[in-house]
């Protein structure tokens, strides 16, 4: 898994420029959700404790995808596990991050996101 390169073109266009997006321009639509639920870490010792992850599903943003609908499928998706004690196969941020991107169904996500202060974890089609 390969997170996409940034496009090399980033010089500004005129204010005239069309709205599309040209083809060498790369677009992603990415959606987030914060989720609140205890873990045990097996590596560290530290026992059942809480955390907040954010967690982005990112996507392809052609074709055009309604955002909004891309969130609630994400916030259905966690909201089993909000306030929940994680299972032992999620207890890392990229366990989730798999997880998310493996079980997503809507709008073929490419890539997922987990994020908390000082920590970032990644999964990318």
């Not at 079980?103 to 994020?115: A, F, N, S």
């Amino acid at each position: 898994m390969v997170r996409p390169e940034p496009t090399s073109d980033m010089t500004p266009k005129s204010a005239s420029a069309s709205a599309e997006p040209s083809a060498a321009l790369t677009v992603r639509t990415l959606v987030d959700v914060d989720l609140t639920a205890f873990h045990t870490d097996p590596h560290m010792g530290e026992g059942r404790h809480e955390h907040t992850w954010n967690v982005q599903a990112v996507f392809d943003g052609q074709p055009f995808r309604d955002a909004r609908a891309l969130r609630t499928a994400l916030t259905h998706l966690l909201s089993g596990l909000q306030g929940a004690d994680l299972p032992a196969d999620l207890w890392s941020g990229e366990a989730l991050a798999a997880f998310v991107l493996s079980t997503l169904g809507t709008g073929d996500p490419i890539g997922c996101v987990v994020r908390r202060p000082g920590f970032q974890a990644e999964a990318w089609l």
